[in-house]
């Protein structure tokens, strides 16, 4: 499994609407072959969005980039004007995992 953390610097008063858009796009990236799971995670002062998806594999998660479906949920434009640099994606392979069920079943 991997992990790709998206660091997205927004601009002030920004951050909500980025947020915005990933609860509102539904369908593109939850229904692709490989897809785990993803979290958005907004910074305690607002200036930072962090997108972080997890995939079975590398290759699931370049076919994504690869797809219509990316174009798709990429291309609607408008997001770029709520940034305030750069975003910095990071891939990760996952090597450690560890989730509330295991602490329960080991009581």
Do not use: C
Request: charged fraction near 25%; proline fraction near 4%; aromatic fraction near 8%.
């Amino acid at each position: 499994m991997i992990a790709i953390t998206n660091s997205l610097p927004v601009k002030e008063g920004a951050a909500d609407d980025i947020v915005e858009r990933f609860a509102g796009s539904r369908g593109h990236v939850q229904d692709f072959p490989g897809f785990i799971s993803m979290e958005v995670l907004l910074s305690e002062d607002a200036t930072e969005v962090l997108v972080i998806t997890r995939w079975e594999s590398p290759e699931a998660f370049d076919a994504w980039v690869g797809s219509e479906e990316f174009r798709q949920a990429h291309g609607r434009g408008g997001a770029g004007d709520s940034l305030s640099g750069h975003p910095k994606m990071t891939r990760y392979e996952v090597a450690v995992q560890r989730d509330s069920s295991e602490a329960r079943s080991a009581s």
